[in-house]
């Protein structure tokens, strides 16, 4: 399969929607990464995602939903639910609800309306995760009147892509179309929150713990320990991973004989890039998957990374930093 790829200019609608319509999928940047797209109510679309991806079965996708409108046809939004919404939609929040009873009997009572979602979405399960994400993405959820089904476009395990050349380099081949935005903004995931029972932190993001505890008025607890059956696979123990092992918290004066090295702020070595000079970690988070990529094409005996602060969005990048150090299989 020849993979096209197509700047978000003039008439890119139309080329995706054409991909989608027809059960196909489409890599498409978000303010978080780009996202392997498919129509979240064709089981042969989510099929694709999960063939693209090598992903397994058993790891369930994010439904990213227009509006709330469209996200109540599918999910249960309590009110806790619906502030957040309020507060962080469209954005980089996925939240973890139970899914709507009727999710899948949608299509017998009102097709035209609400077809229904694809089990392998939920991989079987009863909860979906729903986010309503900025830019292409939600377009494309508005104008196909329809929930799209999106994970990161990476092949399963690697790290997750944030200009549209990740995407052609992981998924070459193995899909038609690649909508190209330049880089996205956040540079990673999407924050997840499981608001099934007591909401908990799933995964870390740019939208922080402390903003989410100001909207619900009391505390959130996190559950992103590496796992070994987790609750969400993102929290697997070594993923995120490049080739090359990485160590963390590493001064410039303790890097070894052909190891590459990540500075951050004050701890910088000539020679070897930086995830921010300045110290920003906003920039470091932009960096980072693109930064480890690079270094990775270089093939370093190993990658040091400058410790990070751990602080507001340093504690979503030292998350996907220890996960991209972790012991593999
Ligand atoms: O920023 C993002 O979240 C990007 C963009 C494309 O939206 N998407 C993304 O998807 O990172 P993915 O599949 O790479 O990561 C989603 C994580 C996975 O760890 C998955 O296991 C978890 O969300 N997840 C999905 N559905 C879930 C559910 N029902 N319950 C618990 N975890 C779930
Ligand atoms: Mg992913």
Same mark, same amino acid.
């Given at each position: 399969?020849? &993979?096209?790829?197509?700047?978000?200019t003039?008439?890119?609608?139309?080329?995706?929607?054409?991909?989608?319509?027809a059960?196909?999928?489409?890599?498409?940047?978000?303010? &978080?990464?780009?996202?392997?797209?498919?129509?979240?109510?064709?089981?042969?679309?989510?099929?694709?995602?999960?063939a693209?991806?090598?992903?397994?079965?058993?790891?369930?996708?994010?439904?990213?939903?227009?509006?709330?409108?469209?996200?109540?046809?599918?999910?249960?939004?309590?009110?806790?639910?619906?502030?957040?919404?309020?507060?962080?939609?469209?954005?980089?929040?996925?939240?973890?609800?139970?899914?709507?009873?009727?999710?899948?009997?949608? &299509?017998?009572?009102?097709?035209?309306?609400?077809?229904?979602?694809?089990?392998?979405?939920?991989a079987?399960?009863?909860?979906?995760?729903?986010?309503?994400?900025?830019?292409?993405?939600?377009?494309?959820?508005?104008?196909?009147n329809?929930?799209?089904a999106?994970?990161?476009?990476?092949?399963?395990?690697?790290? %997750?892509?944030?200009?549209?050349?990740?995407?052609?380099?992981?998924?070459?081949?193995?899909?038609?179309?690649?909508?190209?935005?330049?880089p996205?903004?956040?540079?990673?995931? %999407?924050?997840?929150?499981?608001m099934?029972?007591?909401?908990?932190?799933?995964?870390?993001?740019?939208?922080?713990?402390?903003?989410?505890?100001?909207v619900?008025?009391?505390?959130?607890?996190?559950?992103? %320990?590496?796992?070994?059956?987790?609750?969400?696979?993102?929290q697997?123990?070594?993923?995120?991973?490049?080739?090359?092992?990485?160590?963390?918290?590493?001064?410039?004066g303790?890097?070894?004989?052909?190891?590459?090295?990540?500075?951050?702020?004050?701890?910088?070595?000539?020679?070897?890039?930086?995830? %921010?000079?300045?110290?920003?970690?906003?920039?470091?988070?932009?960096?980072?998957?693109?930064?480890?990529?690079?270094l990775?094409?270089?093939?370093?005996?190993?990658?040091?990374?400058?410790?990070?602060?751990?602080?507001?969005?340093?504690?979503?990048?030292?998350?996907?930093?220890?996960?991209?150090?972790?012991p593999?299989?």
């Amino acid at each position: 399969m020849e &993979t096209l790829v197509h700047l978000i200019t003039a008439g890119w609608q139309d080329a995706a929607l054409t991909v989608l319509r027809a059960g196909g999928v489409v890599g498409v940047p978000t303010e &978080t990464v780009y996202g392997l797209a498919g129509d979240a109510t064709n089981p042969d679309a989510v099929a694709a995602i999960y063939a693209a991806k090598g992903r397994p079965s058993h790891n369930p996708l994010i439904a990213h939903m227009a509006d709330v409108d469209m996200a109540q046809r599918y999910a249960v939004l309590d009110e806790r639910v619906l502030a957040l919404a309020d507060a962080f939609w469209p954005g980089p929040l996925t939240m973890v609800l139970p899914l709507a009873p009727d999710a899948d009997l949608a &299509t017998t009572l009102a097709p035209s309306l609400a077809p229904s979602l694809a089990p392998a979405v939920t991989a079987g399960g009863d909860s979906l995760a729903v986010r309503c994400p900025r830019g292409p993405l939600g377009e494309l959820a508005r104008l196909l009147n329809r929930p799209i089904a999106a994970p990161s476009a990476n092949k399963s395990g690697h790290i %997750s892509p944030t200009i549209a050349h990740h995407v052609l380099s992981d998924l070459q081949g193995g899909i038609p179309l690649i909508l190209d935005g330049g880089p996205t903004k956040l540079g990673l995931e %999407s924050t997840i929150v499981d608001m099934r029972g007591m909401p908990v932190l799933l995964r870390p993001g740019a939208i922080t713990g402390e903003a989410i505890e100001a909207v619900l008025g009391f505390a959130l607890p996190s559950d992103t %320990s590496p796992q070994e059956a987790p609750v969400a696979p993102g929290q697997l123990a070594s993923h995120y991973a490049p080739g090359a092992p990485v160590r963390l918290n590493v001064l410039p004066g303790d890097v070894r004989p052909g190891e590459a090295y990540l500075g951050f702020g004050d701890h910088q070595l000539a020679r070897h890039p930086t995830l %921010s000079a300045s110290g920003s970690l906003e920039e470091a988070a932009e960096q980072l998957y693109s930064a480890l990529r690079t270094l990775d094409k270089s093939k370093p005996t190993g990658i040091a990374i400058a410790p990070i602060p751990t602080t507001g969005l340093g504690q979503a990048l030292n998350d996907r930093l220890s996960r991209a150090a972790a012991p593999r299989d």
